[in-house]
């Protein structure tokens, strides 16, 4: 690559890093890349980790040795995320978005890249410190949050089916109680999706009790793999008992009043103290 001036260096070396989040990227590669000795790439960086942290886009982690370098850990802080979710909040209460059975219509909001990709930031930023090998969802609504997320945390995803496609190969399969109707459904995993023992982190778009995830628990228990943590966008707080315990929730719908078509949706657990 051509010798480019600093401002213009400077410029590319932080797309460079925003594009390969928690990637270790030793300074010879860019010494390399911008034909520049390494004690000006070392300042060049010094100048970047300090726009990243003031500017709340993250952490830009030195690892010193032969084997050293620099990785980028994309992160949102709390107040931030919280006036964002709060206007997520104000958008989910408009009365037409209720559903039969107390659902909520958020299709509309699931596609609008703008949104998922702040909240994949604040799920990536709410589970980095985990090691975490894949990210996981099941089909169908929960797959852009899940690319959202996994973007920033530069992991594979694994999409649960509903049922078993020819085109997955051989595939394990399980039976699982629907949490909300209490019905008998089937979710399936091809074998090559992902290997024994990962570590997965589960992500979801709407949790009412449970039984998705939970369901998608007992097959991760077929391929020998741990939970490394469960998120969920909205959860519902009209049940007494989620059959999952440990569990960050971004927004709460807390209430649904079908004959007024009043809905109450509060900032979930995520921002609660202690969580």
Do not use: W
């Not at 219509?105 to 609008?112: A, E, H, L, N, P």
């Not at 089909?139 to 899940?146: F, H, R, V, Y």
């Not at 078993?164 to 090559?192: D, F, H, W």
């Amino acid at each position: 690559m051509r010798k480019l001036k600093r401002s213009a260096r400077l410029v590319e070396m932080t797309q460079y890093l925003l594009f390969r989040p928690h990637t270790l990227i030793p300074l010879t590669t860019f010494a390399d890349r911008y034909n520049s000795a390494k004690s000006s790439i070392s300042e060049d960086l010094a100048i970047i980790k300090e726009v990243f942290e003031e500017e709340g886009l993250g952490d830009l982690q030195t690892l010193a040795g032969a084997a050293g370098g620099v990785k980028f850990i994309p992160k949102v802080s709390k107040a931030y995320s919280l006036q964002f979710i709060q206007g997520i909040c104000r958008q989910l209460e408009q009365p037409e978005r209720i559903l039969p059975g107390g659902y909520m219509y958020m299709s509309d909001i699931m596609g609008q890249p703008l949104i998922l990709n702040e909240v994949g930031k604040m799920f990536a930023t709410a589970f980095a410190s985990k090691d975490i090998d894949v990210v996981m969802t099941v089909e169908t609504k929960g797959i852009p949050l899940a690319y959202a997320t996994a973007t920033y945390l530069n992991l594979p995803v694994v999409i649960v089916r509903r049922d078993n496609k020819v085109t997955e190969g051989s595939a394990v399969s399980i039976n699982y109680v629907s949490g909300s109707n209490k019905r008998i459904q089937t979710m399936s995993l091809s074998r090559r999706a992902m290997k024994e023992e990962s570590r997965v982190l589960i992500i979801d778009d709407f949790m009412r009790v449970g039984g998705t995830v939970h369901g998608m628990m007992d097959l991760l228990q077929e391929f020998k793999a741990t939970v490394k943590g469960v998120g969920v966008f909205v959860e519902s707080g009209e049940v007494e008992e989620h059959l999952v315990e440990d569990y960050i929730s971004l927004a709460k719908l807390s209430g649904v009043d079908p004959k007024t078509k009043a809905i109450t949706v509060v900032p979930g657990n995520y921002f609660n103290d202690g969580v």
